[in-house]
């Protein structure tokens, strides 16, 4: 089966600009998440989505990161404007209720 | 938060077993630990995961105590491409199933 699609590969932006990440999941997983990781830590989680509706975003820093994921297939992850400390890996994974699936991530840079 | 914790680090000669600890201590009775492992730049992958029993597949092995506080994920034959950040997570049933990533143990395999 194919895996999770996520582009763009790399991005490199200057602060206060804004950037989007795609997230096409697995055929069929209803629950995607996106994931923060910083170099040397662990994925954080930013928000869940089930089909078309958000889970949980709490952990989402709503003053300048929003997700949508329309028509509860594939979604999209937007910063705006970015800070320094936004460089990072964004990951999206799907599940289809039990382990996850992970794609390879968007390394965001800002300068 | 992670609910568990990991050696920061480890070394294991190539061909040996390679044997990462984890200890999740608040685990409830219906959570399961799954590991994931990650190599550089790509996102995390599944290995195995298990409830009660131990478990066995084509990548590892995973022995979980009786009390279920603790567990071991073993590689039973060590190659340099199994050198990776390990994950040991508890899926977390009351928050929507989500995973809740620690710093992971780096794992060495030395030629």
């Known amino acids: 089966e194919a895996g999770v699609a996520q582009s763009p590969r790399y991005k490199i932006i200057e602060k206060r600009q804004s950037v989007a990440f795609w997230c096409n999941p697995i055929?069929?997983?209803?629950?995607l998440y996106w994931y923060q990781q910083i170099l040397g830590q662990g994925p954080k989680l930013l928000i869940q989505?089930?089909?078309?509706?958000?889970?949980?975003d709490s952990q989402l820093p709503k003053d300048r990161f929003s997700a949508e994921r329309l028509k509860g297939v594939d979604s999209t992850l937007k910063i705006q404007p970015a800070k320094l400390e936004d460089s990072a890996v964004y990951l999206c994974?799907?599940?289809?209720?039990?382990?996850?699936?992970f794609g390879s991530g968007t390394r965001l840079t800002v300068v | 938060d992670a609910k568990t914790t990991q050696p920061t680090s480890m070394d294991c000669a190539e061909g040996r077993a390679a044997n990462l600890p984890c200890n999740h201590s608040?685990?409830?009775?219906?959570?399961?630990v799954y590991w994931y492992r990650q190599i550089h730049s790509q996102g995390p992958q599944y290995i195995i995961h298990?409830?009660?029993n131990n478990e066995t597949n084509e990548m590892a092995s995973l022995i979980i105590t009786e009390d279920r506080k603790s567990s071991t994920l073993i590689l039973p034959h060590a190659t340099l491409r199994d050198t990776a950040v390990y994950y040991c997570?508890?899926?977390?049933?009351?928050?929507?199933?989500?995973?809740?990533f620690g710093t992971g143990t780096s794992l060495t395999v030395i030629p």
């Open positions: 608040t685990i409830s009775g219906n959570e399961y």
């Open positions: 994974a799907s599940t289809a209720g039990g382990g996850y699936t």
């Open positions: 997570i508890v899926r977390v049933t009351n928050t929507g199933n989500q995973f809740y």
């Open positions: 989505f089930q089909n078309n509706g958000v889970v949980d």
């Open positions: 298990g409830l009660k």
């Open positions: 055929s069929g997983h209803a629950t």
